[in-house]
């Protein structure tokens, strides 16, 4: 085991304060523990202009000389406003250089003249984000269409319509990146969206107890091994619907052979293809197809890759203007990397390599020279944004200090905003030039939490049995004494796609912090199958969830045994969804190394999770019987001795509320006794102030049962 980062020390100055005080749990719901921030900071569109809100007033600063080019008070915009007066500047988008909504009061206001306009839209011009407000809008489930041209007269996206079919939203349970129904094309002047057909899906019921009488709806609930709903794409001619006050459109002609999951929808700069990755049911195969705009007929077939275990693709090609090259993430060498192929389809170079992950693509510059990106070199639990060299090849690293950076970056990629944190810094914002790296600090927010007594964080590795480095975070009650002995309250989430451990303040969350100041030692260990790592180390799990995560998470557990201050009476356990189903196959499998557990959402039988994500980690339960047996909660039941508490919500839509109502009968068969709470209002999570519920129940549970 090594130290990688150095302890927070930051709160240290405060541990002999006589009356510093535990974390309100309430208060966090109610804005006490907010990090200090820029308000609305923002780029002005097509300038090196940042902009931020500051005593009711919008700034906007030169990026070069940091002088004021612009600003608007409130009391401007309210002399020129008609209606009752603001009582503070709204939150605000930008609808052109000189022009910002307020999604609030539905208005455009001028940055120049503070004259305030109902909403209306240049000639031509659709923003994405403005468009479900503006241009494309949703009202009783239907999505329309409408442009100042026909003075916002609502046109139909697709009249293509009737019972169990859902257009202009999402598809394929939000997979795959999807997290849009509809695209606008780079000019404007076509719409392509989502047409999903649902019908031979079965009906799932969820219920509501809120009426005197319970009432129920119903949802699509794909699960494993069951029919698929099938998606179309469509094609929404903006100018010929206007001009015929009715939806013209047309379908793109896809092949169920080319794949059934249509994901990372993208047009070609020139407006005359669209791009859609396919992905198979057996989710080991994309490809990534053109299609003919104007007739929706298949062009080619431009990328194709397997996997013997599944495929992924997350992210949509990035064309260049000219429409003759694009470049394409892919892990065809076991690490998220960039790649430039040309408009046919054919690999012209690798643009980054190395055993670390390439995390997010901020484009290029307006003269196509540079790229930039953020990977996770040199370090998974941190994120550092870096600029390619098209020609050079060459990559630079634009942020150095060792923790967390998210970019925002100007249109003309000269300037970016850095948003940095790690474990000892709540908040950094810096201007910086992506070229000569001269910055401006614009703020260094305060610890929100100074005046409480919080324990020490460390980020330490562990080997794995296999020898791999894991990542684990651990958080010491306050006044941390090593020659006492202290429980163990160990925090488990380890599904795909999530990572737990970072280099960020406060990466814990206030409620881990909070059970430290209760005395616990709080343990977070991100085990294999989690991102950041690379293909194999995600990958691995394929087909036999939560065993090799358990391995590791037992590596974690034998980690703190071997401490003396960690007391093996008292290891408790927590967590949600995946980590639901992790706390259930740990207590399961090693009962007894566990005292109390709580869970919550937990996934019981992957038979009864969706198709999207259950077949792609767990292929069919035909496929895999033997899989979904050894994974299934339901036969281990009769182990478990842990003193074990679930919670589930009542109308969870995401993993049903079934799982642990089968778990609950299989333990009255058994003879296993297990608290349960149900929050009958609730979805897959507790959201707002009733969290403070879900975490007093928590802590009480784990309290009840200290030996």
């Known amino acids: 085991m090594k130290r990688y980062v150095i302890v927070a020390l930051f709160w240290s100055a405060f541990l002999s304060c006589a009356n510093a005080q535990t974390i309100d749990l309430e208060a966090v719901f109610k804005g006490k523990y907010q990090i200090d921030q820029l308000k609305n900071l923002s780029w002005r569109p097509s300038t090196q202009q940042y902009c931020y809100i500051q005593n009711d007033t919008l700034f906007c600063f030169d990026g070069k000389s940091g002088q004021i080019k612009e600003q608007l008070t409130l009391s401007d915009i309210n002399e020129k406003r008609d209606v009752i007066a603001l009582t503070r500047f709204p939150y605000f988008t930008w609808v052109d250089q000189d022009h910002i909504y307020f999604p609030s009061t539905n208005e455009i206001v001028s940055i120049k003249s503070a004259a305030v306009t109902e909403p209306a839209l240049p000639e031509n011009w659709i923003d994405a984000d403005l468009k479900e407000l503006l241009f494309i809008v949703k009202e009783d489930n239907q999505v329309f269409v409408k442009s100042k041209k026909n003075n916002f007269q609502p046109i139909l996206l697709c009249p293509d319509t009737g019972i169990n079919i859902v257009f202009g939203s999402t598809v394929h349970r939000s997979e795959w990146g999807i997290d849009e129904g509809q695209y606008i094309s780079p000019k404007g002047n076509y719409i392509a969206f989502y047409r999903m057909d649902e019908s031979m899906v079965e009906d799932y019921p969820i219920i509501d107890i809120n009426e005197h009488i319970t009432t129920y709806r119903t949802i699509k609930y794909p699960m494993a091994g069951q029919n698929s709903h099938q998606v179309k794409v469509g094609i929404f001619d903006v100018n010929q619907s206007i001009e015929a006050n009715r939806s013209v459109y047309h379908y793109i002609q896809t092949d169920l052979e080319d794949g059934e999951f249509l994901t990372n929808i993208t047009f070609s700069p020139d407006e005359k293809s669209l791009f859609i990755a396919h992905v198979n049911r057996e989710q ?92 996770t070199n ?76 919080l324990g020490k964080t460390e980020i330490v590795t562990i080997q794995n049995n296999e020898g791999d480095s894991l990542y684990c975070r651990i958080i010491f009650p306050p006044n941390f004494n090593k020659s006492k002995k202290y429980p163990v309250f160990l925090y488990v989430y380890g599904g795909p796609h999530s990572q737990l451990v970072t280099n960020t303040f406060m990466n814990g969350g206030v409620f881990l912090n909070y059970m430290a100041q209760q005395g616990y030692i709080v343990f977070t260990l991100d085990n294999r199958g989690t991102a950041k790592r690379g293909a194999l180390f995600e990958q691995v799990i394929h087909r036999r969830l939560g065993v090799l995560e358990m391995e590791d998470q037992m590596a974690g557990v034998r980690y703190l045994l071997s401490q003396p201050y960690v007391d093996a009476k008292n290891i408790s356990l927590d967590g949600w969804s995946y980590g639901g189903f992790m706390i259930l196959s740990l207590i399961s499998t090693y009962p007894d190394y566990f005292n109390s557990a709580t869970c919550g959402g937990p996934v019981v039988d992957w038979s009864g999770y969706e198709i999207m994500y259950g077949e792609r980690y767990m292929d069919t339960p035909e496929e895999n019987p033997e899989g979904y047996h050894s994974t299934s909660i339901l036969p281990k039941v009769k182990n478990i001795k842990a003193n074990l508490l679930i919670f589930h919500g009542g109308k969870d839509d995401v993993v049903l509320w079934q799982h642990s109502l089968k778990l609950l009968n299989q333990a009255v068969t058994d003879g296993v006794l297990i608290n349960y709470f149900v929050y009958p209002n609730h979805e897959h999570n507790v959201r707002g102030l009733d969290r403070v519920h879900l975490w007093k129940m928590i802590e009480q549970h784990h309290k009840t049962y200290l030996k």
């Open 378 to 453: 040199p370090s998974p639990i941190g994120n550092y944004l870096y600029s390619l060299n098209l020609k050079s090849k060459k990559s630079t690293c634009l942020t150095h200090k060792d923790g967390t950076h998210s970019p925002m970056f100007s249109d003309d990629k000269n300037f970016f905003i850095d948003y940095f944190t790690n474990l000892e810094t709540p908040r950094q914002i810096e201007l910086i030039n992506s070229y000569n790296g001269k910055s401006k600090l614009l703020l260094n927010a305060k610890n929100p939490y100074s005046s409480i007594q």
């Open 284 to 375: 080991n195969q994309m490809n990534l197809i053109e299609y003919d705009l104007n007739t929706g007929k298949k062009v080619k077939t431009l990328i194709q890759e397997r996997d013997e275990r599944y495929v992924e693709p997350q992210t949509r090609p990035l064309f260049f203007n000219n429409s003759s090259s694009f470049i394409w993430q892919s892990r065809r060498d076991g690490w998220n990397h960039l790649y430039l192929y040309n408009r046919n389809g054919d690999l012209i170079s690798q643009l980054t390599k190395g055993e670390w992950e390439v995390t997010e693509l901020f484009g290029l510059d307006p003269k196509e020279k540079y790229l930039f990106y953020t990977s």
